[in-house]
């Protein structure tokens, strides 16, 4: 394990993180393209829903000369953003607001007076918002909406989710994409002679990293083995300020320490506080870029090489996929690709299984030597004398195609049975 990092600032202590305020989910409408994970539970994180009006006046009810004004969507999400500052992070807050916007700009809020929307209206135009969007997205709009509704309009929620909506859909997760579109790509990243674009498809493709995470990546998250060599990337969630809390435990597969050790030598400032891959606008290394930006560089090397259509968060898949097909643990797993590896299975093996870092690392380069690619090449094969007719023609099958892997498993051990009870019967004639 490496004891260093670029620059003199010491690698951060990376633990467990709970995300209390996260729920994974993966919604194709509402969320980034990596699913927004970081929906407010309102009526339980947050504390009791608000009430306007006096003591004495009904729940809903609006009295005084504040039932007569007029809603305003900027008013609206300011006191929204300094409700929940403490409790969203800046991107949550921005994609809970983008949500409301839509919701406002369809329902043309800014024209109806409090007093309005605190009556049966109010329902009435959520109702109607929900039916201009797919079912499967309602929940996580519904939730949106609501938070916003509460904590930036300070009005009483009019929805009864039971009564109003009745059981919601979950949302539908994507299906991991085929090798051969995976392969398609990764041929054509090794004729990509920029090195920055190569490095940023090889960080998701590899390791399985948000774009996000790209973008909040810092030269003291990169670990050097003893030679100086970058190894591995370790990066606390928290520290970092990525979408959640969860830290990055990654080991880098040889072809992305190539790319990382040939980007610091064209970086303009690979200081340890400088991100990794900065803002192309800044000369100086140190604004940090978004992640529309690692998208719109994914979207141009589809177009420069003629590739099928797959995303960031498609890559993600895959290499979870992957991940499973090479037999590493989920802890493993989910380190490495920045989850919280106790949550989601409820399983309280996961909660106590946190193994040292170094065992996370030494695990992923045992499981997966070359990356979660590697499973994609071909195995080298040296063919030695005397090897066996039946095995030679066995391996240029193989290596031809005309064979799948678990095909080629089982009648290599079939040959390999043959063969010993061939040794057994010689050695008893003998």
Request: aromatic share 8%.
């Given at each position: 394990m490496a004891a260093r990092t670029y620059g003199t600032a010491t690698p951060p202590e990376v633990g467990q993180s709970s995300d209390r305020f996260t729920s994974s989910c993966d919604n194709p409408r509402y969320g980034s393209e990596d699913g927004d994970n970081s929906l407010l539970d309102v009526n339980y994180e947050l504390g009791q829903e608000p009430q306007t009006g006096t003591d004495e006046s009904e729940p809903?009810?609006?009295?005084?000369?504040?039932?007569?004004?007029?809603?305003?969507?900027?008013?609206?999400?300011?006191?929204?953003?300094s409700a929940t500052k403490a409790r969203l992070k800046e991107k949550s807050r921005?994609?809970?607001?983008?949500?409301?916007?839509?919701?406002?700009?369809?329902?043309?809020?800014?024209?109806?007076?409090r007093r309005t929307i605190a009556g049966p209206r109010g329902k009435q135009i959520i109702l109607a918002f929900l039916e201009t969007i797919p079912r499967q997205s309602w929940k996580y709009a519904v939730a949106e909406i609501k938070a916003v509704w509460l904590y930036g309009m300070n009005l009483p929620w009019p929805i009864d989710s039971k009564r109003d909506l009745g059981k919601l859909p979950r949302t539908r997760r994507r299906q991991t994409p085929s090798d051969k579109t995976v392969t398609a790509w990764a041929e054509a990243m090794t004729r990509e002679?920029?090195?920055r674009p190569r490095l940023e498809w090889l960080l998701i493709a590899?390791?399985?990293l948000r774009p996000s995470h790209l973008c909040k990546l810092r030269w003291r998250n990169v670990q050097l083995d003893d030679s100086g060599r970058a190894c591995a990337i370790v990066a606390d969630g928290a520290r970092e300020g990525f979408k959640t809390d969860s830290a990055v435990v990654a080991r880098l597969p040889p072809d992305v320490a190539d790319a990382l050790e040939a980007w610091r030598k064209e970086h303009p400032a690979p200081h340890s506080e400088n991100p990794i891959l900065p803002r192309l606008s800044r000369t100086d290394g140190t604004g940090e870029q978004d992640s529309r930006?690692?998208?719109?560089h994914w979207r141009s090397l589809a177009k420069k090489w003629g590739l099928p259509p797959l995303r960031p968060v498609d890559m993600r898949?895959?290499?979870?996929?992957?991940?499973?097909?090479?037999?590493?643990?989920?802890?493993?797993?989910a380190f490495m690709m920045g989850h919280d590896p106790s949550d989601g299975s409820g399983s309280m093996r996961d909660w106590y299984d946190s193994p040292p870092l170094e065992d996370i690392l030494q695990e992923q380069e045992e499981k997966l030597p070359k990356g979660p690619l590697g499973l994609l090449r071909p195995p080298e094969v040296e063919v030695a004398e005397g090897l066996p007719l039946e095995a030679t023609r066995l391996m240029r099958d193989y290596l031809s195609g005309n064979i799948r892997t678990l095909e080629f498993a089982n009648r290599a051990e079939n040959l390999k049975d043959s063969q010993q009870r061939s040794v057994d019967i010689n050695s008893l004639s003998i």
């Open positions: 809903g009810q609006l009295v005084g000369e504040e039932a007569d004004e007029y809603l305003r969507t900027g008013d609206t999400l300011e006191r929204f953003n921005e994609h809970y607001s983008r949500t409301f916007v839509r919701f406002a700009e369809h329902s043309e809020l800014d024209t109806l007076k002679r920029r090195t590899q390791i399985g930006t690692i998208r719109d898949h895959w290499v979870a996929t992957a991940c499973r097909r090479s037999g590493l643990s989920r802890v493993a797993s």
